[in-house]
Every structure is written in structure tokens, then in C-alpha cells.
């Protein structure tokens, strides 16, 4: 168990749907991170938050909305989503950012497919 | 530019030895990674080297020349359940996390 929960697992959804990713870690970390994952490719940083304030966007397009109500959750928000968006979202969180040298623990991702 | 590089893809025994190899080119240098990630599940941290060595974990232990900009991670004995995608990542000077694209590791009896 890692500590690091996502939900869904599985995500199927169209161009024109909007839909939610959900994650909560259970480790008492200030730091977040949303990531993607696709197939042979290096994990693509997409958004941080530490303490609840977003402190990184890497050029995200918008149709990905980040959240962070508290230091514990975190929700990525799609819309009008892209067939290349199909990929495994992962979440991380870490003790905090300052640094970056700190160990991130990852929940399990959602696997998103854009019809 | 920034780069990690490992191997995609390798096969190694049942029982037998496999050193994995990460070189890196990044605009300075804080720290290097290994994650392990079996199919379908999250990344799970597996050793950091920050000074040049080896860091021994078990039958797992990874290596750091900071001059050469080359770790490698040795995994000894190994299991069948060592199948999986290793994951190499270096912080840089902006303590950013670069990440290499893995390596799947296939395990056969």
C-alpha cells in the first residue's frame, strides 16, 4: 500500500465529456503532483502543488484543470479532451518541493482513453 | 537539452545478475532516482545517490559517477517478480525531476 490512492482506474471517455480524476494521499505530504505517462515515453510533470498553492504548470493545455482543496487532495478536471490524451495519469506527493530531492510516492494512475 | 538515457528493454534469467544503465546530461546535478514499476501499478522508490558510489539495498543496489553522468542499477538473484519497468530520474540545478523513459525489464525462467 502506498499510501497514495486514485480514482477511477479506468477512464473511457469521449471528445465533448467532462470528467474528473481524483487523489488523496494518506502521508501527511505538502507536496502534489499530477503526471503523464505515456507508452515508452518519460513521465511528463504536468502540475505541482505544495501547500495547497500551485507552484508549477508545464505549458499544460487547458483543458486540464487542476485542484487542491487541502494538503491531502487533488483533482484533475477534463474537458473537451483530445484522442493523444489517452495515456495513464498518475499522481505523486513528497514531503515537500523545496529541494526536489525528496521521494515521491505514486498512486496506482487512471488509464484515460479519448474516443 | 536535457536527456536521460537507459536501455528500453532488456532480458535477463531466473537467478542471474542484470545491471541496468542510466546516463544523463542535465544542466547541473542534485540527486538521481531509481523507480521500480510493475505493469498497471505506481512507481515504488528504490534507492537515491547524491556522492559518487555504491549504495548497497538488499539484492538491489545502484551505482553514481557524477563525472561520467552514469549511474547503473544492479539487481542480483533475481525473481521473477523483478519484471518490470525500471525508471531512472536526476534532479537538476533548478531542483527540477528529469525523468528517462524506463527500462522494461522481462525476467525468464
Known amino acids: 500500500e502506498t499510501g497514495v490512492t486514485q480514482t477511477p482506474r479506468h477512464l473511457v471517455m469521449g471528445m465533448t465529456n467532462k470528467k474528473s480524476l481524483k487523489c488523496e494521499q494518506h502521508?501527511?505530504?505538502?507536496?502534489m503532483y499530477w503526471y503523464k505517462q505515456s507508452a515508452k515515453k518519460p513521465l511528463e510533470l504536468m502540475f505541482v502543488?505544495?501547500?495547497?498553492?500551485?507552484?508549477e504548470n508545464n505549458s499544460v493545455p487547458s483543458r486540464f484543470s487542476p485542484e487542491c482543496p487541502n494538503s491531502s487532495h487533488l483533482f484533475l478536471h477534463l474537458h473537451t479532451l483530445q484522442p493523444e490524451d489517452s495515456a495513464l495519469y498518475l499522481c505523486a506527493s513528497s514531503q515537500d518541493r523545496a529541494g526536489g530531492t525528496d521521494t515521491q510516492y505514486f498512486g496506482p494512475g487512471t488509464r484515460l482513453t479519448v474516443l | 537539452g536535457q536527456n536521460i538515457d537507459q536501455p528500453t528493454e532488456m532480458t535477463a534469467t531466473e537467478g542471474a545478475i542484470v545491471q541496468i544503465n542510466c546516463t544523463y546530461q542535465t544542466s547541473g546535478f542534485n540527486g538521481l532516482f531509481w523507480y521500480q514499476q510493475h505493469a498497471g501499478e505506481a512507481p515504488t522508490f528504490l534507492s537515491y545517490n547524491v556522492l559518487d558510489g555504491l549504495e548497497e539495498k538488499g539484492r538491489f543496489s545502484s551505482f553514481l559517477s557524477r563525472s561520467k553522468g552514469y549511474s547503473y542499477l544492479l539487481l542480483k538473484e533475481l525473481q521473477m517478480k523483478d519484471s518490470a519497468s525500471y525508471l531512472c530520474?536526476?534532479?537538476?540545478?533548478?531542483?527540477?525531476?528529469?525523468w528517462g523513459a524506463g527500462t522494461k525489464l522481462i525476467i525468464k525462467p
Open positions: 502543488y505544495n501547500f495547497k498553492e500551485q507552484t
Open positions: 502521508l501527511g505530504h505538502n507536496a
Open positions: 530520474a536526476v534532479t537538476d540545478s533548478n531542483y527540477q525531476l528529469i
